[in-house]
């Protein structure tokens, strides 16, 4: 596999695909696999590539490759790449922005109340719950057995002071041991 790249004149968008493929057809290094993968996703995000295909395009076209089977069960072996790293920074700006707007610090039962009223007249109710969902799920890594399992008394002030609030959220087991 690795003499394919040395046969190359060029690095583009389809050398990558057919390498990807191959290596899915082979079965033989999924870890070579999947760091290729997240080069080739590096590459196009600093612009690497002079061809005029987007990183949207280069995204589509990953989509319809196979994965290699890997036949160990090691669930976190390659966490980082499950999501592109922009993907991860689209979601963390996302997150951020809505918490900065949507959730300041507030000192007073009132600017509580007219904040409530603000997101009511906004019609985004669902849309926080989504974000605030979105969030607990991509912070903490909890499953949704463990999300639908929160009550009110698992989340509490751990910090806070003039400028900020920090709570901590107690997440239940998935699966108890008998």
């Known amino acids: ?3 394919f790249f040395k ?3 060029s690095i583009n968008h389809d050398n990558i695909l057919y390498f990807l493929k191959s290596a899915t057809e082979l079965n033989k290094n999924s870890w070579l696999f999947y760091s290729v993968l997240f080069l080739s996703r590096k ?5 690497f590539f002079t061809s005029s295909n987007s990183y949207e395009d280069l995204e589509d076209k990953l989509l319809f490759i196979p994965r290699p089977k890997t036949g160990d069960f090691g669930v976190y072996k390659n966490i980082d790449n499950v999501l592109p790293s922009s ?3 689209l979601i963390e700006n996302g997150l951020t922005e809505w918490a900065t707007r949507y959730a300041p610090t507030l000192n007073s039962p009132k600017k509580k109340k007219e904040l409530l009223t603000k997101i009511k007249e906004l019609q985004i109710e669902s849309q926080l719950l989504d974000c605030i969902i979105l969030g607990l799920c991509f912070i903490t890594g909890a499953r949704p057995v463990q999300l639908s399992k929160i009550a009110v008394q698992d989340i509490c002030i751990d910090a806070q002071s003039n400028l900020t609030t920090r709570f901590a959220v107690m997440i239940p087991y998935a699966k108890k041991r008998k």
């Open 1 to 3: 596999m690795v003499v």
């Open 87 to 89: 993907v991860i920074s």
């Open 7 to 9: 046969e190359l004149k």
């Open 43 to 47: 590459l196009e995000a600093v612009g």
